[in-house]
């Protein structure tokens, strides 16, 4: 798959934690690959769905992040159920400084045009030029997100381990404290759980990898992508939740805040 691939170049940390699972007998499957983007019509949501609805995946629930600024969107396959849910988010611009908003309006100003059209933008990275240092620092100020979209781009943000499909893990905390005990730092924003069984679902993450980033001011290491672990719960008609927790999620966003990395 090719968003793994660009995803793993990125975020060494997952691969290894991949194949120590599989060096134990486990078959990953994956719960959700999260994207991010900003809601200019040009790369919204209703621009990134369109590669997954062309494949049978269906909108499913909507959630807001009042605090961070954020609409996000899940997706479900409509035949596939061994098929990853999708989770596409967006930077509400209007709600955002008019210095980001006209930063994020030059940023995208300056691309060809056509490249917003292409079919595999998903998987297109940073489209824009994305070396300033200058420009990152000025979008870290207000919104994290906003500075990892202009480095980063198109791509998926996380791969996330369907912790249910295990069988050597009961729960999330043995596969935290497994993970803890074989060196990786968790995100620990809100706990290193987020979310109870009482609303279904419990999630954990790793603290993103560290990438190097040439800027024309020079390398600086940047936060780059993390791995998720989710354990869902069944629902009172025995089916196993398929959604989201708002609150939950709004604590994982933070896995590539340069803040955690510092903690």
């Known amino acids: 798959m090719k968003l793994w691939e660009q995803y793993a170049d990125i975020t060494p940390s997952a691969r290894k934690i991949h194949e120590l699972l599989e060096e134990r007998g486990e078959i990953i499957q994956n719960d959700h690959i999260?994207?991010?983007?900003?809601n200019d019509k040009r790369?919204?949501?209703?621009?990134?769905?369109?590669?997954?609805l062309n494949v049978g995946y269906e909108a499913k629930g909507e959630y807001n992040?009042?605090?961070?600024?954020?609409?996000?969107k899940h997706y479900e396959h409509s035949t596939d159920k061994n098929a990853p849910r999708i989770f596409i988010s967006e930077l509400e611009l209007e709600k955002c400084s008019a210095e980001l908003q006209?930063?994020?309006?030059?940023?995208?100003?300056?691309?060809?045009?056509e490249i917003f059209n292409h079919p595999e933008l998903v998987l297109s990275g940073s489209v824009w030029k994305s070396n300033s240092q200058a420009i990152y620092k000025s979008l870290l100020n207000e919104s994290e997100?906003?500075?990892?979209?202009?480095?980063?781009?198109?791509?998926?943000?996380?791969?996330?381990?369907?912790t249910n499909a295990l069988k050597d893990f009961e729960t999330l905390e043995e596969l935290n404290n497994f993970l803890e005990s074989k060196g990786w730092k968790l995100n620990a924003s809100g706990g290193k759980i987020k979310g109870t069984p009482e609303q279904l679902l419990e999630q954990s993450s790793t603290l993103a990898d560290?990438?190097?980033?040439?800027f024309e001011e020079g390398t600086v290491e940047i936060p780059s992508c993390y791995y998720e672990f989710a354990l869902r719960y069944p629902m009172s008609n025995g089916e196993l939740y398929q959604g989201f927790v708002a609150s939950s999620a709004d604590?994982?966003?933070?896995?590539?805040?340069?803040?955690?990395?510092?903690?």
């Open 251 to 263: 604590k994982i966003f933070e896995s590539t805040d340069v803040k955690l990395q510092n903690a």
């Open 210 to 214: 560290l990438y190097a980033i040439d």
């Open 43 to 52: 790369i919204n949501i209703d621009v990134l769905e369109k590669t997954f």
């Open 102 to 113: 006209e930063t994020v309006q030059n940023i995208l100003n300056s691309c060809n045009q």
């Open 65 to 72: 992040f009042e605090t961070k600024k954020l609409f996000a």
């Open 34 to 38: 999260a994207i991010r983007t900003f």
């Open 145 to 162: 997100y906003a500075a990892w979209m202009y480095i980063y781009g198109f791509r998926a943000n996380h791969f996330t381990i369907n």
